[in-house]
Structure formats: C-alpha cells, structure tokens
C-alpha cells in the first residue's frame, strides 16, 4: 500500500508539474518584479564630456537623467513579452528542473501522506478528522521539501534567467548543469538555499491542498451533491487549489526571491536570510508586495491541483488490483 501510494502520487505530479509549467513561470517572473537590487534603469548616470571647447568654456550637463520607472506588468503581459523576447520555447525554461522537483517532492509528499492518512483513518467509520488530515499534510509536505529542495531552487534559477541582462544570465543547459555549477561556483549547501523557506512553504501548501481536497470531497459525497466521478474530483480540486495559493503566496514570494539571489565572494548578498528578505520587500514595496503574483499563481495553482488530483484518481482506479 505504502510504495503505491508513492506511484500514484509521482505520476499524477510530473503530469500536473509538466502540463502547467508556463504558468509557473509566469508566476516567478512576477513574483521577481521590482526587487530593489536588481539594476534599475530609471536613473542613468551621465558620463562627463571627453573634449573641451577652450579652456574657459564650461559645458553644463545634468548630473542624471531620470527615465520613467519600469512599468509592472501582468501575467498576460509577462507571457507575451516572453514570446516575443525570447521565443515560444522560454515558456518551458527550466522544466527539466520542474520534472525532477516533481519527481522528488511531489513523489515524496503524496506518497507520505498516503500513508499517514491509511493509518489514522478510523477503521469503524472509515474517515479521518480534519485536524489529522492537516497534521498529516504538515509531516509530508516537509519531508518532500527537504528532499526536492536542490531541485526546486534550479527550477526558480532557470525559470528567471531570461529576465537578467545578457551578461548577467547563468545560461544552465539542464538541471544536472545548474545543480553541477551551483556546487562547484557556491558550494553544496546552496542547493538547500531557501530550505527552511521551502519547508515552510511545503507544509502549508501540503496541508491545505491534501486536506481541503479531502474534506471538500467527503462533504460534496456526504450531502449527495455529486456522485464519486471526474465532476466531484474537479469541483474538490478547485476548492483546494485556493485554499493552497492564499495561504502559500507570501512564502513563496519569499523563496522565490532568496533562491534567485545571485551570491558573489566578497560581495555582500541581497538577503542575510528569509526574515530580512521579507522585511526589505515590505518596506520597499508594500505588504501587498507578498501577494505579487498571486493572480499567475492561482491561475497555475488552479489548472495544477484539478490536473493533479483528476489524475491521481484515474491512476489509482487503474492500479485497483494491484
């Protein structure tokens, strides 16, 4: 039971993970919108001229030229930029990264929590209290977090590339390069980068996604709303594709940020950590700033979690007798 549990969940994972990787992007270019270190072009220092009329002729020019601050743009916007930019494929930046992650995370979480849930489901009634399942959605989302983290933070990595000025771009060929280059370049411990956020994020995600699934199906099925098909999976998958992305965003704004932070010897990092990324970003943003991207996210977080858990039932129907 417990290594099928593992299956169903890892196939039903790479599905959703791979079908809605577009969005996720979108979400993570938008989730990168006006970090304060990024180079901003809106104050251009002048150069000072390279000849002189005569040695008493001044040449007066202002010191900067101020240009409009960068427009925010939303994911339609961002989405479009991308083709236009950098091609149709952009749009699958890094999903090499995302179909380890999957395979790592997703694998890891579904399937743990699969197994908790059997063993504290009560026997007599055949049901298990919300508290449970939400315990059980904590345990297992941060378990697959510390698993799939390397992955994750190459997934962000490659995923912002193409919003960096030429020079600046790590240009990973695949997700084996990005996590080679990361450690020989940063060490071994920056593929846990962003861990203790990714846990964090895991959990909550986990337990709300899990346990609003379930409880949202058990209540469509206890007041006879719908019968046990693709509609009452669909209608449970919407309900818990929500819960998960408001109660997730501001984290994953956060680790998205962290993750992303190009770290150099010598040179002090953007972030000394979660805490202090979260504070610069509010102060210098606003506290909406947490939700940035959190129309993109619930756009992927909703297609994700139908596609995901649609799937999972369908596995488990074909894997019944084994």
Same mark, same amino acid.
């Given at each position: 039971?417990?290594?099928?549990?593992?299956?169903?969940?890892?196939?039903?994972?790479?599905?959703?993970?791979?079908?809605?990787?577009?969005?996720?992007?979108?979400?993570?270019?938008?989730?990168?919108?006006?970090?304060?270190?990024?180079?901003?072009?809106?104050?251009?220092?002048?150069?000072?001229?390279?000849?002189?009329?005569?040695?008493?002729?001044?040449?007066?020019?202002?010191?900067?030229?101020?240009?409009?601050?960068?427009?925010?743009?939303?994911?339609?916007?961002?989405?479009?930029?991308?083709?236009?930019?950098?091609?149709?494929?952009?749009?699958?930046?890094?999903?090499?990264?995302?179909?380890?992650?999957?395979?790592?995370?997703?694998?890891?979480?579904?399937?743990?929590?699969?197994?908790?849930?059997?063993?504290?489901?009560?026997?007599?009634?055949?049901?298990?209290?919300?508290?449970?399942?939400?315990?059980?959605?904590?345990?297992?989302?941060?378990?697959?977090?510390?698993?799939?983290?390397?992955?994750?933070?190459?997934?962000?990595?490659?995923?912002?590339?193409?919003? !960096?000025?030429?020079?600046?771009?790590?240009?990973?060929?695949?997700?084996?390069?990005?996590?080679?280059?990361?450690?020989?370049?940063?060490?071994?411990?920056?593929?846990?980068?962003?861990?203790? !956020?990714?846990?964090?994020?895991?959990?909550?995600?986990?337990?709300?996604?899990?346990?609003?699934?379930?409880?949202?199906?058990?209540?469509?099925?206890?007041?006879?709303?719908?019968?046990?098909?693709?509609?009452?999976?669909?209608?449970?998958?919407?309900?818990?594709?929500?819960?998960?992305?408001?109660?997730?965003?501001?984290?994953?704004?956060?680790?998205?940020?962290?993750?992303?932070?190009?770290?150099?010897?010598?040179?002090?990092?953007?972030?000394?950590?979660?805490?202090?990324?979260?504070?610069?970003?509010?102060?210098?943003?606003?506290?909406?700033?947490?939700?940035?991207?959190?129309?993109?996210?619930?756009?992927?977080?909703?297609?994700?979690?139908?596609?995901?858990?649609?799937?999972?039932?369908?596995?488990?129907?074909?894997?019944?007798?084994?």
């Amino acid at each position: 039971m417990g290594l099928k549990g593992f299956v169903e969940g890892g196939v039903a994972s790479v599905i959703a993970g791979a079908s809605t990787h577009p969005l996720d992007l979108i979400k993570v270019r938008m989730q990168l919108q006006g970090e304060s270190h990024v180079p901003n072009l809106s104050s251009v220092q002048s150069c000072r001229p390279a000849f002189a009329l005569s040695s008493t002729a001044t040449i007066s020019l202002p010191t900067t030229v101020e240009l409009p601050a960068p427009t925010r743009v939303g994911p339609l916007s961002i989405g479009v930029r991308i083709i236009q930019t950098e091609g149709a494929a952009a749009l699958f930046s890094g999903i090499s990264a995302t179909l380890l992650r999957q395979t790592l995370y997703s694998t890891t979480r579904m399937g743990l929590y699969d197994v908790l849930k059997h063993k504290w489901t009560d026997p007599d009634t055949n049901s298990m209290p919300l508290a449970s399942k939400i315990g059980a959605g904590l345990i297992s989302g941060a378990v697959g977090a510390a698993v799939g983290n390397p992955a994750d933070v190459a997934m962000v990595r490659m995923q912002a590339d193409g919003r !960096l000025p030429v020079d600046q771009r790590r240009n990973y060929k695949s997700v084996v390069d990005a996590l080679s280059q990361m450690s020989k370049q940063e060490g071994v411990a920056s593929l846990w980068r962003g861990s203790s !956020l990714t846990v964090n994020r895991a959990m909550i995600v986990t337990a709300s996604q899990l346990a609003s699934y379930d409880q949202a199906k058990e209540m469509i099925l206890e007041k006879g709303l719908l019968s046990d098909g693709i509609g009452t999976h669909v209608a449970a998958s919407f309900v818990a594709g929500f819960v998960a992305s408001v109660a997730s965003n501001p984290i994953d704004v956060i680790k998205t940020r962290v993750m992303n932070m190009k770290v150099e010897p010598g040179v002090e990092p953007p972030y000394k950590g979660a805490l202090d990324c979260a504070v610069k970003t509010v102060k210098a943003e606003g506290p909406m700033a947490l939700y940035k991207g959190f129309i993109p996210t619930i756009s992927r977080q909703g297609p994700f979690t139908v596609v995901l858990f649609v799937t999972l039932e369908q596995v488990r129907k074909l894997l019944k007798d084994f």
